[in-house]
């Protein structure tokens, strides 16, 4: 889990704004794909270098550049050269372990987030960085590979459907952002299973099993928890930017993306205290079910050990022991042996033991 | 409990601002009922379309719309487009999984709470969730279903029991979301009377049944704690609003409200804090139990272990065992074994565990 | 202790400023009792109606008009309607499960908080709400119950001693303020002592009767915080109060105040962790004596069940057990015996169990 | 610990600003000493009463008044007089269980804070209260009893060692508090070494009263927490106080106390973070050492119990055993407990617990 | 690990602003090396006293002064008469227990913090306090002793390469703290892998040494953490300074270094909470397996006690035990005790402790 940091140190001691790709290569080839849109034209294409995409920073249209992986260092280079990127902001989208930011660079805004996505096979959550560029016409968004959230949201470009077409870059940023909140409610509802099904195994069936379950949980929403928390200021500070880039028109959408990121944030937090009484009630059914073992214990060895004693007294082999000789003294000790069982029975009873 | 993120996922992807009801299905049919009233009238009728509750936009009589169910998407959307309500602020009022909060737009003014009710059958609380949009003249409120808390303010109209029928909609406003924060209350009380049962349970018969009684009120207090925490802000704004629709004459009221608002989350917090004491005393007894098993086996297993030991000797077969023959050794015997039960119960009296 | 919210129920429905006393009625009639004074005169009377105490409304000398008991509603309505008091103030002194508040009214001030009394015989502390209006040159004070903390003022006041015949109704209000924060030290005492008790309880012989009272003795603070904590806002907010009634000369005695009150609070948070930490040393003091028990146990058992077997072995009844016949055998079997035994005792003092 | 209330209650009800001495009597008699120093002069002497230094409030020199002993109240009520300090600040001077608090009252600022001094005999910190009026060229320093840990101080002062011959009034108040304040790292220094013996103790050899020491320490520092925590709004308050007491010239000097004063408080929270991780350690090893005891027993007794069964089946005294009979039954028997206790270790080294 | 307060006894009762170096001793002798470079030019020597490099206080060029060792007071005095630097601070430079911090004094800043190297061989990190002083057109650092972080930088510095040459001395300030500040997540990074190993122990092979290795690690981060916590107002503070010594060229990379600092806080604590979460789990782990013993202990010690005390019974020698002599009684015998066994073992299996 700390993967994060392994890279980080092969960086260590380079000139900053040294453009190093620092995460794991998850892409075979970088993709460019370029969508230039308004209200009648629509064009989609994949393009081969970045400057084949020049010429829509002339246009009135707005574009999308989206780029998939980030270990060809040459390609964010040349891109933040046409764009007029700041080379720390370059450094920033290819450092995958960010913590997400918001930056007003004048010219452009850049936003870093986490992507969620849940992986039914590891059963456990994915993160990837995502970087977004907002310029005047333009949004160019980062990835570290192919295979993102943002389906159906080219498919209302596609299609025309809703409001998008008629809107500018800010409102196509926004509709990013808000396809990866929206897909954090999607791991968060996974996470809610996970959690119903421990709650249910913890009151009919508690196994180290499920303990060990709880854990991996808790320690899975403590890592991406890192990844959420610091969404609040990034979306709070888009709605607060005094940048032309973003237009009064987009504020009650930002204010809308804000109202998802507290919610995210707020179930993130009551998972974490519902897990933590889950805990706090496992532990205590341990101590229960050993307390109960104890007693079964007590009970068996406090009745029938003195009874062994006194069954070993009368198994001794002196010469003068008058009591042997009696003959009604073997169901005289039944009777003893009985009567002292019962007493303790008794005994435990009291206690509420039985 | 944490069907609330269900139903989210199916909404992913879709356009910002698309009505889709985002929640369980509550109630059969959509039904909406006008109240119009002004000092000297009265009128309140079920109306089958919106478009019949139209006229009173212009009168200067107070309307009160409530509709009671979401699941009719177009009805939303005929009453968004008559009172000029923005798509976003419609979705909100679907989305049943909304995070209580307070928008001023201008127009009017939307704010979302959650309703509480408690069900005594299942023995707990159960949340609502309603929208109220507040006008010039007029107060709209969504509910999931029918039935709700706000009996007593109808009465209160149609008998014009105190000042509701001189004053504007704003009152209106606040006497409903003064019901909602009323029932808040009752909630806690009953709560408050499942944690005194739980306390008197513990201090007499703890068993493992307590344990999951209060693991179930800590977690229904923590799940429904995300309804309430952010009251304070929703009714704080509403203080702070400038708007001309929040008029001077009900800041009293609403920092009323607000107070009480307060005092709520401080009951909140200080039954949390109550069943986390209690958690932990369950915790100790059960360990003092434990403890208690413990030294009874220990005691009884130390006495006649030994006991059995010596019996165990003299039940030996072999030749040579002199004292098998002296006739004063039995009962010498006796005398050694008595002597050392007395020996190990006065150990164990100075350890005190007896 | 949640009979707090027992009553509120009673009240939901009504309309807002409608005037029920919500509490437990702790008095048998209701008390009036007024006092005016001034530099050279002091006149101390009980009153039968509050029409009586009006002229004094007009008087240059400071008035302090008693209310004890709020079960009589028409009282506190008459009192009202004579000094113009707000219906919702009305409510708030009526409702004796109030926060701490404090609320400028222009015309008056209005300070709810709690008067706590150590209950001897209870051996726990007692809240009563006290509400205090400060007016133009009076001060209204309502009481639960009689009895209350005040009679060292109206000695004060009755024997001219010290500064308070010669200032006006402000310095009165600071002062029966002062008077309810004065006796929260004692309690504190009280609670020191306890805490005093139990720690020595502790450390000679922790018993679950010591658990227990320490429980009590937290839930006790946990709930009176919650008429501690939000003082240090009430009477914080009365020093910086914008208003003509809270005159220059009396900030010094206010800031005195605000520092008594973070000095209460301050002492209940160091009581909760010296709480915390005396619950964690019970526990594991617990864990220690459980450690001990089985100690004795495990070498008591240790010891005895191998002994046993071996001389079970030669109480067997085989027709050919040779060493049966050998003389030497039996004492031989008392040195294996005993050197097994010396051997497991050696054991135990090396892994220093004994 | 708690008997810093225990004499709070005696003072309630009196009149606010009536002096009452409020703590233990620690010094028999009140000494009074006064410096006089400028760069050229210096003047020490000890005075009977107060009378005799008022000459100096007319002179240019710095004058250092330190009163010794609180519990005669007319000498505090002289010098308030004389230099004109307001009553509740007498007050506030006597009473002994006061918050750390810094006051501005334009003609003089009062400061009052903790003196800590680690009593090595009784090996724990003792605390005693320290109040410093700082006027135009005066200090008064007013201390519970004689002996204090200005030493160096004054050696300086008489030495004319370093700047502050040459400084005004306000710098000495300053080196007073930072001699305070230096101390606290003694106090720390001595808390370290503790820790660091228990930590010691902890990894050799844990003993219960091992965990009760570290209860004590643990107690020690939340009491003590008290007088520090409002040290950092103190020193604070002085650094940007808006008085030409303070000169431009301290400023510096205030910082680097500040700065000292937050790292008290740093050291403070790390010792309580230390502390508490010791403790946690300190139980987990209880119930690993509980764990090995149990694996004993359960060892043991699993081995024994069983061969013991099989010979006591061939104690019984049947007249129809054909077993006994066989001549080779009894190595038999031999063969077969050695196999089931061979098997039972192998089962037990399989599980780990060997 | 307190050694941090150990020294710094020593210096109490000095007058501020002496120098005494507080710290370890951890250098032979104090070396000072100067660089001094432009774009075009570079000069790199170690000098013996500090007069030497005083010429390039006047030269255009900017110059490096570092000065490795902290024991020759002498050193820091002359460099600090001579770069005008006020004797609080250069206080503050020689006691290496410094929080770190950050001054503006005009005509230069101070910047104190930590450097943390990893000691593999120790495996821990090791801390070191690094000053730095701000100068108009020079930077001088003070180490405690040989060999830090810096390698890189210098050789970047030597090579040219990257911005640095063409920059002032604010940006080699800048490169400086990203150094340190890089040099931190190397740390994080080893952290992180002791967790992986740790938790890797702890879900195969849970050992007390793990246990011990956790505690080990929190202690260290702890202790770590108040080297780094304090950061985040010092880089936040150089960044809103208002000196012409911090141009507005380098606040892109002031910003940077920002973010990094606030990466490194979330993950100190997202570690601390996954230690946490591991101790949790270590301790539910421990008692998971206590109960498995005692399941063990219980089945044996219920089974078989029983069953002795049945052979014992007829390992009676009483002369009239009737059922002694019936030919069938011993199989019956055998019957019954197999019946119990199995009787025993269902229960358990109903138990589900088998």
Redesign the interface.
């Known amino acids: 889990?700390?993967?994060?940091?392994?890279k980080?140190?092969s960086?260590?001691?380079?000139?900053?704004?040294?453009l190093v790709h620092v995460g794991e290569r998850k892409s075979e080839s970088v993709t460019i794909t370029v969508m230039t849109y308004d209200w009648e034209t629509f064009v989609e294409r994949k393009v081969r270098s970045v400057e084949e995409c020049l010429p829509c920073k002339e246009s009135p249209t707005v574009t999308w550049i989206n780029v998939d992986g980030l270990h060809d260092v040459s390609v964010i280079e040349t891109i933040g050269k046409h764009f007029g990127i700041?080379p720390?902001i370059q450094?920033?989208i290819l450092h995958t372990?960010?913590?997400p930011?918001m930056?007003d660079a004048d010219s452009y805004i850049l936003v870093i987030l986490k992507m969620l996505r849940y992986d039914d096979n590891a059963d456990k959550a994915q993160t990837e960085q995502i970087s977004i560029i907002l310029g005047d016409n333009f949004v160019i968004s980062f990835q570290e590979a192919e295979g993102d959230v943002f389906?159906?949201?080219r498919?209302?470009i596609r299609g025309g459907?809703?409001?998008?077409r008629g809107m500018g870059a800010n409102y196509l940023a926004?509709?990013i952002l808000?396809?990866v909140v929206?897909?954090y409610?999607?791991v968060?509802?996974k996470?809610?299973?996970r959690?119903?099904t421990l709650?249910e195994a913890l009151?009919t069936?508690p196994k180290?099993e499920t303990?060990?379950a709880m854990?991996n949980l808790?320690?899975e929403i403590?890592?991406l928890?890192?990844s959420v928390w610091p969404l609040r200021e990034v979306i709070g500070g888009l709605e607060r930017v005094a940048s032309p880039l973003v237009s009064d028109g987009i504020a009650?959408?930002l204010?809308?993306l804000y109202?998802h990121t507290?919610?995210v944030i707020?179930?993130v937090e009551?998972?974490q205290?519902?897990l933590s009484?889950?805990?706090?009630?496992?532990?205590?059914?341990?101590?229960?079910?050993?307390?109960?073992?104890?007693?079964?214990?007590?009970i068996?060895?406090?009745i029938?050990?003195?009874?062994?004693?006194i069954?070993?007294?009368?198994?001794?082999?002196?010469?003068?022991?008058p009591?042997?000789?009696?003959?009604w003294?073997?169901p005289a000790?039944w009777g003893v042996m009985i009567a002292v069982a019962a007493g303790l029975l008794l005994f435990f009873k009291r206690?509420?033991?039985l």
Chains 1, 2, 3, 4, 5 share one sequence.
Do not use: C
Request: proline share 5%; net charge negative; no cysteine.
């Open positions: 889990m700390p993967t994060l940091f392994k980080t140190s960086k260590t001691g380079l000139s900053p704004g040294t700041h720390l450094e920033d372990g960010q913590r930011k930056e389906e159906p949201l498919g209302r459907k809703g409001r998008i926004y509709a808000d396809s929206d897909h409610f999607v968060l509802e996470w809610g299973e959690i119903e709650e009151t069936n180290p303990l060990q854990h808790k320690q403590i890592f928890r890192k009650p959408y204010r809308d109202d507290i919610q707020d179930s009551t998972y205290d519902i009484g889950m805990t706090d009630l496992y532990l205590s059914s341990v101590s229960n079910r050993m307390n109960e073992v104890m007693k079964v214990l007590t068996f060895a406090s029938f050990i003195p009874l062994t004693f069954a070993g007294i009368y198994g001794m082999n002196f010469d003068f022991m009591e042997l000789k009696i003959w003294a073997y000790l206690k509420k033991w």
